[in-house]
């Protein structure tokens, strides 16, 4: 079974050779700017390419500001920190997600709630968010109070799966209604759209990642992407171990971290910025050929975005029937050395999270159980 799959995956590819799911591609100015980086002696967190990088992806985007950090966990961390998580909050996040997601939660010593998603953008689902803050919450000095635990739930983060956009303006409302700020992670979506406007500029602040796997990479890399100038000044401060300037002396005024992104990293960003557009046009059109073929077929569904929304298509996905066709078919894929890869394990489910509250998760289980990644490197 699947090998007509199997044999499209390959023909696109025009390769014989294991097909992983999605890797770099470095055909433009890498190597030249790399060396001009080396010959400059600046390889580390202060230098040009940081901030052409920064300003290639704030122009891009569409955002005011833009602090480029080591990764994208370390920039949610940020985030996070940004919208004033401290010890002993809470933040709502979706359980179908990336781990990094729910571990930056747990870094600000602040607690994961659980809320579900949208089928169609498996993203946070407004609707059910709506439903969990009216149910559970009240509002106590301009705080939103967790109704059972008594903690503030300070934060939202939702997360635009695969590339797909979610229904992020009607969060952002829910949010302001109830007094929680907007951390969106953006670390799937540089490229993607919500009613014309880019992923990761609906929130308080949106944070992207560079990773190996992402769309663009710079080895590994993250950015915080905001339009608050107090907030983007405060993330390269704190990115930069908290140090005052002045010409020699070592002042620093709070604990801080060390998680500003090399120069080396950024020279390869800005690199990699060059070659995005048609990076996404290739992916536009890997996306229609996958949707093409799937379409006169009952057994799968190709996953496509919401009328309001534009995909990045940085990981296409398909829906199967079940769990056990689901398996099947990562059997067969995999075995015929054509990486596919299923969505992830929901993140309540995870041995450090499975305490966590959480709203109905319906829609998540669905999905755990039938999405799974097709190879989506740019060809
Ligand atoms: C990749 C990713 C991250 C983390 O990015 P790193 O750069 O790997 O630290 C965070 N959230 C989501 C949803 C991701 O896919």
New binding site residues.
């Given amino acids: 079974m699947h090998q007509d799959i199997i044999t499209l995956i390959r023909d696109i590819y025009k390769t014989e050779d294991f097909i992983p799911l999605h890797e770099p591609r470095f055909r433009g100015n890498e190597k030249k700017y790399i060396n001009e980086c080396i010959d400059s002696t600046f390889v580390s967190s202060v230098g040009k390419f940081v901030d052409q990088f920064e300003a290639s992806v704030a122009k891009f985007t569409g955002a005011k500001y833009a602090v480029a950090m080591v990764?994208?966990?370390?920039?949610?961390h940020i985030g996070l920190l940004l919208a004033d998580v401290t010890s002993n909050d809470e933040v709502i996040t979706q359980p179908l997600?990336?781990v990094?997601?729910a571990n930056?939660i747990s870094y600000c010593s602040a607690h994961s709630v659980f809320v579900d998603v949208d089928r169609d953008t498996m993203g946070l689902s407004p609707e059910k968010l709506k439903y969990f803050l009216e149910k559970n919450t009240s509002i106590i000095d301009g705080k939103c109070i967790n109704n059972s635990t008594k903690r503030i739930i300070k934060a939202v983060v939702p997360?635009h799966?695969f590339g797909l956009p979610t229904r992020i303006d009607a969060i952002v409302e829910i949010c302001n209604k109830h007094h929680i700020n907007v951390v969106e992670?953006a670390?799937?979506s540089l490229g993607s759209y919500y009613k014309n406007k880019h992923t990761g500029t609906f929130g308080l602040v949106g944070?992207l990642?560079?990773?190996g796997?992402?769309t663009i990479t710079t080895g590994?890399?993250?950015m915080i992407i905001t339009d608050n100038k107090t907030l983007a000044e405060k993330a390269k401060y704190i990115t930069t171990t908290a140090k005052v300037p002045h010409p020699w002396e070592y002042h620093h005024d709070v604990t801080a971290y060390n998680y500003r992104l090399p120069n080396l990293n950024a020279a390869l960003g800005c690199a990699q910025m060059e070659s995005l557009p048609s990076f996404l046009e290739s992916k536009q059109k890997l996306s229609k050929t996958y949707s093409s073929y799937f379409k006169d077929n009952d057994a799968i569904n190709f996953i496509e975005p919401i009328s309001e929304g534009l995909s990045n298509f940085w990981l296409n996905a398909i829906e199967l029937k079940g769990l056990e066709a689901r398996n099947e078919f990562l059997k067969t894929t995999n075995e015929a050395g054509v990486m596919t890869r299923p969505i992830w394990k929901l993140m309540n489910s995870l041995p450090m999270y499975n305490s966590a509250q959480c709203g109905n998760l319906d829609n998540s289980e669905y999905l755990e159980n039938r999405i799974v990644n097709l190879p989506s490197s740019v060809i």
């Fill in positions: 990764n994208g966990t370390a920039a949610l997600t990336f990094a997601t930056a997360m799966t992670d670390a799937e944070t990642s560079f990773n796997n992402k590994g890399g993250g």
